[in-house]
């Protein structure tokens, strides 16, 4: 008998939820919160998360240039933002399956994705998204929330397996609006399996304030209704990004159910290089923002407790600078694919109307 006996109940409540909040560092880099995770004060795992924050940062401002200069596609900024990926990657195993949208890259980088593939990608080539090290992550899903229900599918597979893997998925605040994000909520606590949704929340969908697109008290208590533990996190501040997600992964993996983690942050540019965002929000309240910025946070707390030295600093942006020029270079020498190739993977055996499509680019002479 799975229907619960409610006919001797007075009036009254009947459940209560509540979200919690976590935070260690304020965005000076003071520690607000003791104690403090017991890897807060060791270089060899903060200095690793500070370099890959820096490194999506030196990428962003790469592929920003080759954009405005006509040498990449429409392209989605994460500044502001690259705490996340750093936190929940690290958080992550390889084994696991990251089922990332369009601003993860500090994440994929981590995993191992690089910085070439993912400019191929902005760049329109297919072959950025073919990554050679993460074999069984997926690729960036520009279409939003409905990658949740891939999220939810992979953990069922994990699940089914018997594996001791997790499906992370992350997501922007415009994403919760979706049917597609509910339902995956949904199942993913129904069948109890090892999914981590991950809420970017930084505050706007395209020109859509967070206060035009919900009306919730919080993003993360959307969770709640579909029986998913649920928390927010300062999502500026790595320390609290990295204990709650490593939390959240290592309890999902170990057969807790799905988790679900709302992380506070701010988009600090355009939507994508095809936005104008200072024709729907103020620069004043962008400069308030800055002051949030989770890489000043993390550097001054790492400088604070004697973690890192100026010289190791200047010595380490020289070095992400490098890689990232390096990976432009690579991406500009690539040949791009040829036209032939966009007939080659949709079908195991090709129609006749496209053979013949691609019989006629041939004789073209098109590409070869
Ligand atoms: C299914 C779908 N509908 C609409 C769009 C157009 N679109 C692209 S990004 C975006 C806003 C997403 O906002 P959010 O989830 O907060 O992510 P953010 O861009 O802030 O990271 C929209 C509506 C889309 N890509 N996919
Ligand atoms: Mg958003």
Redesign the pocket.
Known sequence: MHIKNYTHRHSGKVAQFEVRFTRYLDNKGNVVNTPLPSWANKSDVLIPLYKNMIQTRKFDQAALNLQRTGRLGTY?SPLGQEAIGAAVASSMWAEDVLVP?Y?EFGAQMWRGVTMTELLLYWGGDERGSDYQVPREDFPVS?????HCCHATGVAYAFKLRKQKRVAVCC?????TSKGDFYESLNAAAAWHVPAVFII?N?Q???SIPLNKQTSAQTLAQKAIAAGVVNEQVDGNDLIALRAVTERAIDEARFGEGPRLIEALTY?LGD?TTADDASRYRSQAEVEEQRSNDPILRLRSYLLNAGLLTEADESELNQECERNAAAAVEQYLATPPQTARSMFDYLYAHLPDSLRRQRDALAGQQCDG
């Open positions: 989605a949208s601003r520009i279409p939003v929330a409905s997501l922007g605040d415009g994403a970017s930084n706007w969908a395209i988009r939507h």
